[in-house]
């Protein structure tokens, strides 16, 4: 990769790829609110929902080379934020290793300057983990998708790109966490440990402030940040949290993690998920928050710990057929 900036005056030309996903559209969003800043929402097919006005599309492809290399012109920056996280080995070689290794490599054909990758803390595996800043703990992926995705990391990494890694993501657009979290507390009618476990969330906006400052930051070159709130929150708060806002009924009991396990379905719920709700995964975002900072990409994403907004009620309600 040889071009790192731009001529003076001129935008700095920010692709997007996976830009119809929960966290890539969000970061569309928020890059298109920064002055001197071209933003182009790359996905597979034309978007469902209307870009920012100022905003190109162009369709494109991991598995197709002459898609991306079609993307990639005119580009400086690289968002990649496109994951499988399913169970199928193929599939997860085929989007989050060979994809990443071909969008690397038409990168590095157009002189694209640096390219961000939005990752996962599931690379260290299933805890518990307490306050753990960047590498603090060996990567230990317990899964098809998280090995795959930290290879993919490595690629980005090798090639002096920046990975984002967020933990546990809510806002609009989630039907992962905070869905799966409402019907596992709903099925067990129990809490898990107590509900004391320390987690690590972010909002979709903070996450996406995180990225954006990634992208457009310096001496970010081969660095990881962890996209994360500030304060790990407890389970509890979430779980009440739920309960006032999404009537989601409280739990009237309390199980271990193994009576948890032994109770949920292997093929719906995890170890790893169930180990989510069940042990401290709390992570240092510092770092993160700092190149927010020094980039000045902010915007409306808050620092709270936990913080339910009336958008993001809306779409929980909506999502979980609540009234």
């Given amino acids: 990769m040889t071009r790192t900036g731009t001529t003076a005056g001129t935008p700095t030309t920010v692709l997007v790829v996976g830009a119809s996903g929960f966290i890539g559209s969000h970061v569309v969003r928020g890059l298109a609110q ?6 182009v929402a790359s996905s597979r ?9 100022t905003v ?25 934020a496109v994951s499988y996280v399913g169970r199928d080995a193929g599939t997860s070689r085929a989007v989050n290793v060979d994809g990443t290794r071909a969008l690397m490599e038409a990168a590095s054909a157009r002189g694209v300057g640096r390219v961000v990758y939005v990752s996962t803390t599931s690379v260290y595996g299933s805890g518990p983990h307490r306050d ?4 603090d703990v060996p990567a230990h992926p317990e899964s098809v998708a998280s090995t795959d995705r930290l290879a993919a990391e490595r690629l980005v ?44 969330l ?22 990881v940040l962890h996209a994360v709130a500030p304060e790990a929150t407890p389970v509890r708060v979430v779980l009440d949290a739920l309960t006032a806002h999404l009537g989601v009924p409280g739990p009237s009991r309390d199980l271990t993690e193994d009576e948890a396990r032994a109770v949920l379905d292997p093929q719906r719920v995890s170890d790893h998920q169930l180990a989510l709700l069940a042990r401290d995964h709390a992570y240092d975002g510092s770092q993160a928050w700092a190149a927010v900072d020094a980039a000045g990409t902010a915007g409306d994403a808050h620092r709270e710990a936990f913080a339910l907004t009336d958008v ?12």
């Fill in 56 to 80: 190109e599309h162009r369709t494109a492809d991991l598995c197709d080379e002459a898609s991306l290399r079609a993307a990639l012109e005119g580009v400086d920056v690289v968002v990649h």
């Fill in 157 to 200: 990494l090798d090639a002096h790109g920046t990975v984002v890694r967020p933990n546990l993501v809510y806002g609009a657009g989630d039907r992962w966490f905070v869905p799966a979290l409402a019907q596992v507390t709903a099925g067990l009618g129990a809490t898990i440990a107590g509900a004391s476990a320390r987690i690590s």
């Fill in 34 to 39: 920064h002055p001197g800043v071209r933003v």
């Fill in 132 to 135: 753990v800043a960047e590498d």
């Fill in 202 to 223: 972010a909002s979709v906006e903070q996450v996406a402030a995180v990225v954006a400052a990634a992208a457009l930051g310096k001496g970010l070159a081969g660095r």
């Fill in 45 to 53: 097919t034309a978007p469902t929902e209307p870009l920012p006005a």
């Fill in 312 to 323: 993001h009620v809306a779409w929980y309600r909506a999502a979980l057929g609540s009234a």
